[in-house]
């Protein structure tokens, strides 16, 4: 049985089988234990572990000293408990170089250059080039005297036969370095193309944690959005279009080697792209916040993003004021920042699915979802949105942190009211006979491992019906 414990340790974030396990050296152990015994057992070891402590399905995480298995033999289930070596338990905090301000994009090719490339992959979409960005990023290659070619049939939520087109492209073209304008999509099938190019196979193999072994060719991001965070993540998205599935690729392989975080790249977005992809944002640093895995390097990164969203969002949206975007710009970085490092939550394994089944925006999704996921997540992480309520203005002299806390739904139903996003899964076209399918996808998506609570189908479709 594949064991799929989120450890965080100095290599990764790692999905760990039994095998790996004992090549770690931990001892596993098998205890046959009936019916309530188990559970009272499982529960005494939860609450004498003074670390935090995770739970989905049948599976316990939590830092301790060791792997061990039980069956329940009254119950017929079986448990598994991994428990993290103390010294597995180092933190690593991975980012790219980051090359921020307004003409940061002027940088691309002698980014390209320093990084050894002599033949350029370009990946972006149609609407980059209409928009003029990629005609002055080929100015900029031109200028190194860099050769390259482009691959821009990308689309919202790519998909894996696309990230195959740009992978043959990157060898007919015997490509080095690949650089990624545009949004997330751009950015997640440049960082597929570099899986395939030097680990093989197809894409779907590398769906989950630190299956991608060998290092991706140069990359070089300069994103569109102020929202995905994928120019400094250590994750992609790419959909499975024969199953209409969400795959989550986390590794540290694939975080870009240099981001070129222009903010002037974010005049050309329409109000609703900036709008949808700034409640990414929010949702990345909300959920980095909370997450099991938050830790003192990535709660300043997190808490700050939700301050600048909370200050500019709705003025970018509606304006493209200038300091507005670079305020967003700045909150998409620092949020990536967070979220690459402590991870995501429920939001994000609530929204995946959407994504996978009806193409819904990706930011979108995330914004329909978040205020009851909140709503839900409060009580396990009370003081954490006590701070998120006051990062976002809340009124918190002479009030209790459970007060405090309660606010952060309501300002982020405020919040989206005054973007004007839809609130309700209907208005998407989400169908209700597809939620069991929806909640069993979410329930199993790796995001949900480091949210505060782990959600169970039957509360997952809930979550789904109260928002429909
Ligand atoms: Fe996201």
Not at 117 to 128: H, K, M, Y
Not at 214 to 241: E, H, M, R, W, Y
Not at 431 to 447: N, R, V
Request: charge should be negative; hydrophobic fraction near 45%.
């Amino acid at each position: 049985m594949r064991l799929t414990k989120l450890e965080n340790d100095v290599v990764g974030s790692v999905f760990l089988t039994n095998s790996q396990i004992k090549r770690h050296n931990q001892e596993i152990r098998r205890w046959d234990l009936h019916g309530e015994v188990g559970l009272l057992f499982l529960n005494i070891l939860l609450k004498i572990s003074s670390l935090r402590s995770h739970s989905a399905k049948n599976r316990y995480y939590f830092p301790a000293a060791a792997g061990y298995h039980f069956r329940d033999v009254k119950n017929r289930v079986n448990f598994d408990i991994i428990m993290i070596m103390p010294e597995d338990s180092l933190l690593k905090f991975e980012i790219p170089e980051v090359i921020y301000g307004l003409g940061a994009l002027s940088q691309i090719g002698k980014c390209c250059r320093r990084l050894g490339g002599e033949r350029i992959l370009l990946v972006t979409d149609p609407g980059l080039i209409a928009a003029g960005w990629v005609d002055e990023s080929i100015k900029y290659l031109a200028q190194e005297d860099l050769q390259y070619v482009i691959y821009d049939n990308v689309v919202t939520n790519p998909r894996d036969f696309q990230v195959e087109q740009g992978l043959e492209l990157y060898r007919q073209k015997n490509c080095d370095v690949i650089a990624a304008v545009g949004g997330g999509s751009p950015i997640d099938t440049a960082k597929g193309i570099g899986i395939l190019t030097s680990n093989h196979g197809r894409i779907h193999e590398y769906e989950g944690a630190n299956l991608v072994t060998q290092p991706i060719p140069p990359l070089v991001c300069a994103p569109t959005t102020a929202g995905t965070g994928a120019d400094v993540s250590q994750f992609a998205v790419i959909t499975n279009k024969r199953a209409n599935l969400k795959m989550a690729i986390l590794s540290r392989a694939i975080t870009p080697d240099i981001t070129l975080a222009d903010p002037l790249l974010l005049k050309t977005k329409s109000p609703e792209l900036i709008a949808t992809t700034g409640m990414d944002t929010l949702s990345h640093a909300i959920e980095a916040y909370v997450s099991s895995l938050s830790w003192p390097l990535t709660d300043p990164h997190a808490i700050h993003a939700i301050e600048l969203v909370g200050k500019h969002l709705v003025n970018a949206a509606q304006t493209k004021d200038m300091d507005a975007l670079e305020g967003m710009s700045i909150a998409c970085l620092e949020a990536g920042m967070a979220f690459s490092n402590a991870i995501l939550g429920a939001v994000h394994a609530l929204a995946h699915p959407l994504g996978g089944l009806y193409d819904i925006h990706h930011g979108l999704a995330n914004s329909l979802l978040l205020p009851v996921v909140v709503r839900q997540n409060m009580e396990h992480a009370l003081p954490k949105f006590a701070g998120i309520a006051r990062a976002l203005g809340a009124e918190t002299r002479g009030k209790s942190i459970e007060a405090v806390a309660q606010q952060v739904p309501g300002q982020l139903q405020d919040l989206i009211a005054k973007l004007g996003l839809p609130t309700r899964l209907s208005q998407v076209g989400v169908d209700e006979a597809d939620i069991p399918h929806l909640a069993q996808m979410a329930e199993e998506d790796i995001c949900m491992l480091t949210n505060p609570h782990c959600y169970m189908k039957a509360e997952i479709e809930s979550m789904y019906h109260e928002v429909l």
